[in-house]
């Protein structure tokens, strides 16, 4: 094991006795000065608890954790960032590799995979003595006691979800269990196999769902910490991916090559079937309202909450509205919409391409904010020439702005109407359809397949999904249905990945609106065309992203990811 990813993840004491991390500069190279002793730091009650939510602020930022603001679905076919210039442009275009990949995580997540092993071996160490030996405080001594238990489990789930964002970019990843040393020599550890880091994570969350409660523990004010249906779902989009052809083989990067495995299929479907029948979740009875901070949806599994701001909609939001362009979803995505009576949206159909947004599948009006479109108490003009149209400064380059996550009753000029966010890492509609999908690649024919993705339509008011789909087609009605009502939750670029499929979808021209507007009639009409805004480029080694080069000078018995 490399140094650099096994060294003191140091905590700084802030004035009002609180904790926070240092910066990210430079933390790994060396241990600072004002890292708190272990002892000081663990035998605390509240630093303890302190560092467990450390830890947490770990997880993927996923509304704008991409060049400051932007959305990690922009360098997928689902969207495209309105600056062109930001480093994450290099993955659309091709041009990274493993000095300069955008989207590195290997040294933050193995620092909080180090935390997480801090935490878990030393919690027991809190002193609790005050509180045992006071008759009085019988009570809550048990409850802290109780506490101690949780917050190590979550510190063993955190452990796992590290593990699987490093898995899903990088292939096999170095395992670790313990705060290591950091004067030993790792250098020859050497490369597990996909199945052991699969089999650790998946028994990382059995164990930590065994510790786990069904909701946060003592209060609400928990709400955002890992429950065990957390773990649970984990453990399914991890034994979701592990049965999919690319982790079955995954040096073998011929799209022709798909293998499959009914056992591993059949592994996933149980996985996601456990969390279905927890039966403490249920969906939303509205989409839109879902994703506009309300984290106490019973459709949440867990999430991240984000304090108030309006950042998100300064970057979002249109022009003439106060923001500057952001994520804007592509024509791509809008064709996997379909019409609301469940038939396929097609642009030789002259009456749907001359309105393309007209009786669409209602979650495309919760994701696009498009022309003509009701807005904050006024209109988005995309049209070239309208307000927010192509060409127009810091604009949308798809002829399209995003909708989802944005509180519209923010108003940017006066600062007003800001509101929190939150980013669903699992929620109930994912496990639906995660079910779905492994039931359909081993029990084709099972009517629980039908029932759950018609569970998830339903709620957006589409159509039930066509007796007598075959086992291809219904494939094929799962992974859109997947597109469409996960869009910007970041799914697109890994399932694509692990469908092998993503030379015809990340590597296909990014396509945009071009709006033309009529003035000659009395009532202004509109000419729809779709363009390139941008030749995408991917190529096979690109399924997994390349070890970082500062690592495999350390791990000298490794070999670069496959063709980089």
Same mark, same amino acid.
């Given at each position: 094991?490399?140094?650099?990813?096994?060294?003191?993840?140091?905590?700084?004491?802030? !004035?009002?006795?609180?904790?926070?991390?240092?910066?990210?500069?430079?933390?790994?190279?060396?241990?600072?000065?004002?890292?708190?002793?272990?002892?000081?730091?663990?035998?605390?009650?509240?630093?303890?608890?302190?560092?467990?939510?450390?830890?947490?602020?770990?997880?993927?930022?996923?509304?704008?954790?991409?060049?400051?603001?932007?959305?990690?679905?922009?360098?997928?076919?689902?969207?495209?960032?309105?600056?062109?210039?930001?480093?994450?442009?290099?993955?659309?275009?091709?041009?990274?590799?493993?000095?300069?990949?955008?989207?590195?995580?290997?040294?933050?997540?193995?620092?909080?995979?180090?935390?997480?092993?801090?935490?878990?071996?030393?919690?027991?160490?809190?002193?609790? @003595?005050?509180?045992?030996?006071?008759?009085?405080?019988?009570?809550?001594?048990?409850?802290?006691?109780?506490?101690?238990?949780?917050?190590?489990?979550?510190?063993?789930?955190?452990?796992?979800?590290?593990?699987?964002?490093?898995?899903?970019?990088?292939?096999?990843?170095?395992?670790?269990?313990?705060?290591?040393?950091?004067?030993?020599?790792?250098?020859?550890?050497?490369?597990?196999?996909?199945?052991?880091?699969?089999?650790?994570?998946?028994?990382?969350?059995?164990?930590?769902?065994?510790?786990?409660?069904?909701?946060?523990?003592?209060?609400?004010?928990?709400?955002?910490?890992?429950?065990?249906?957390?773990?649970?779902?984990?453990?399914?989009?991890?034994? !979701?991916?592990?049965?999919?052809?690319?982790?079955?083989?995954?040096?073998?990067?011929?799209?022709?090559?798909?293998?499959?495995?009914?056992?591993?299929?059949?592994?996933?479907?149980?996985?996601?079937?456990?969390?279905?029948?927890?039966?403490?979740?249920?969906?939303?009875?509205?989409?839109?309202?879902?994703?506009?901070?309300?984290?106490?949806?019973?459709?949440?599994?867990?999430?991240?909450?984000?304090?108030?701001?309006?950042?998100?909609?300064?970057?979002?939001?249109?022009?003439?509205?106060?923001?500057?362009?952001?994520?804007?979803?592509?024509?791509?995505?809008?064709?996997?919409?379909?019409?609301?009576?469940?038939?396929?949206?097609?642009?030789?159909?002259?009456?749907?391409?001359?309105?393309?947004?007209?009786?669409?599948?209602?979650? =495309?009006?919760?994701?696009? !904010?498009?022309?003509?479109?009701?807005?904050?108490?006024?209109?988005?003009?995309?049209?070239?020439?309208?307000?927010?149209?192509?060409?127009?400064?810091?604009?949308?380059?798809?002829?399209?702005?995003?909708?989802?996550?944005?509180?519209?009753?923010?108003?940017?000029?006066?600062?007003?109407?800001?509101?929190?966010?939150?980013?669903?890492?699992?929620?109930?509609?994912?496990?639906?359809?995660?079910?779905?999908?492994?039931?359909?690649?081993?029990?084709?024919?099972?009517?629980?397949?039908?029932?759950?993705?018609?569970?998830?339509?339903?709620?957006?008011?589409?159509?039930?999904?066509?007796?007598? !789909?075959?086992?291809?087609? =219904?494939? @094929?009605?799962?992974?859109?249905?997947?597109?469409?009502?996960?869009?910007?939750?970041?799914?697109?670029?890994?399932?694509?990945?692990?469908?092998?499929?993503?030379?015809?979808?990340?590597?296909?021209?990014?396509?945009? =609106?071009?709006?033309?507007?009529?003035?000659?009639?009395?009532?202004?009409?509109?000419?729809?065309?779709?363009?390139?805004?941008?030749?995408?480029?991917?190529?096979?080694?690109?399924?997994?992203?390349?070890?970082?080069?500062?690592?495999?000078?350390?791990?000298?018995?490794?070999?670069?990811?496959?063709?980089?």
């Amino acid at each position: 094991m490399s140094k650099s990813i096994i060294k003191h993840a140091f905590v700084a004491l802030c !004035l009002g006795g609180g904790m926070s991390l240092v910066s990210c500069s430079g933390f790994l190279d060396r241990e600072s000065n004002s890292y708190i002793d272990k002892n000081m730091t663990f035998s605390s009650y509240i630093r303890t608890q302190q560092y467990l939510t450390n830890i947490y602020t770990l997880l993927p930022e996923g509304l704008t954790r991409m060049d400051g603001n932007a959305m990690f679905d922009g360098v997928t076919d689902d969207a495209e960032f309105a600056l062109q210039t930001g480093d994450m442009q290099s993955i659309n275009t091709g041009s990274w590799d493993a000095t300069t990949n955008p989207d590195n995580p290997w040294e933050r997540c193995y620092m909080g995979i180090r935390m997480a092993c801090e935490l878990m071996e030393n919690a027991d160490k809190v002193d609790l @003595e005050t509180y045992r030996l006071d008759p009085k405080l019988r009570t809550e001594y048990a409850n802290r006691k109780k506490d101690i238990r949780i917050w190590k489990a979550e510190a063993r789930f955190l452990r796992a979800f590290f593990h699987f964002e490093l898995l899903k970019r990088f292939g096999p990843v170095p395992i670790v269990t313990t705060s290591l040393n950091i004067n030993d020599d790792y250098s020859n550890v050497t490369r597990p196999t996909m199945d052991e880091c699969v089999n650790f994570i998946v028994n990382e969350c059995n164990a930590a769902a065994d510790s786990l409660e069904l909701q946060p523990w003592r209060d609400n004010t928990a709400l955002g910490h890992a429950t065990k249906g957390a773990a649970l779902a984990l453990k399914s989009r991890v034994l !979701l991916y592990a049965a999919s052809p690319l982790y079955l083989d995954y040096e073998n990067l011929d799209e022709t090559h798909r293998p499959t495995n009914a056992a591993k299929w059949e592994q996933a479907a149980k996985a996601a079937k456990a969390v279905i029948d927890l039966n403490v979740y249920s969906l939303s009875n509205n989409y839109v309202q879902l994703f506009h901070n309300q984290f106490q949806d019973a459709e949440y599994i867990f999430l991240r909450r984000y304090a108030v701001s309006d950042n998100l909609e300064k970057a979002n939001f249109p022009v003439s509205f106060g923001g500057t362009g952001g994520t804007n979803p592509s024509v791509n995505l809008l064709d996997a919409y379909e019409m609301t009576d469940g038939s396929d949206f097609s642009w030789s159909n002259a009456a749907q391409a001359a309105n393309p947004y007209a009786d669409r599948d209602s979650r =495309m009006d919760a994701t696009f !904010l498009f022309n003509e479109q009701t807005f904050h108490n006024g209109k988005v003009e995309s049209y070239i020439g309208g307000k927010d149209g192509l060409y127009q400064t810091n604009a949308t380059t798809t002829g399209h702005y995003l909708r989802k996550y944005l509180n519209e009753s923010v108003n940017i000029q006066t600062g007003g109407g800001k509101l929190g966010h939150t980013f669903p890492y699992f929620r109930l509609a994912e496990i639906y359809l995660n079910y779905a999908e492994a039931l359909n690649e081993y029990a084709p024919g099972n009517p629980d397949i039908e029932r759950y993705v018609n569970l998830v339509r339903e709620r957006s008011d589409q159509p039930a999904l066509p007796n007598g !789909l075959t086992q291809d087609e =219904m494939r @094929e009605r799962i992974r859109r249905e997947r597109r469409v009502e996960l869009a910007f939750e970041e799914h697109r670029a890994w399932d694509v990945r692990r469908w092998k499929v993503a030379s015809s979808t990340l590597g296909a021209p990014l396509k945009g =609106m071009r709006i033309e507007r009529d003035n000659t009639q009395a009532t202004p009409t509109y000419t729809y065309t779709p363009y390139v805004v941008e030749q995408r480029v991917f190529q096979p080694k690109m399924y997994w992203y390349p070890i970082p080069q500062s690592e495999l000078l350390k791990l000298k018995g490794w070999k670069q990811n496959p063709q980089w």
